[in-house]
């Protein structure tokens, strides 16, 4: 048996939809405060080196900027890669 009908349509979403965020504006968005989160840690770590004087906590820092420095890299690739699409 079909279940009766109700006479409203079934909401479907499409691939264009207005109230979707692009894969662009998403890399964007999300790599850029990966960038400040992972330079914040990096400053902060070497802040604690300079009070401590610990290796560990050195490398640390020098992790994170290397971190920061890919991401960086990656963004332009991304932003490169998704030139032709649109950020909304």
Known sequence: MRPAATGTAAKTTTAGATDSVSLKAFHVFF????ILLFTWLGWGRATVYGDT?????????????????????YGRYVLRKLRGISYL
Not at 31 to 34: A, D, M, P, T
């Open 31 to 34: 790599v850029s405060v990966s």
């Open 53 to 73: 004087g610990e290796v560990a906590v050195l490398l640390q820092s020098v992790a994170s900027f290397g971190f920061a420095a890919l991401l960086v890299v």
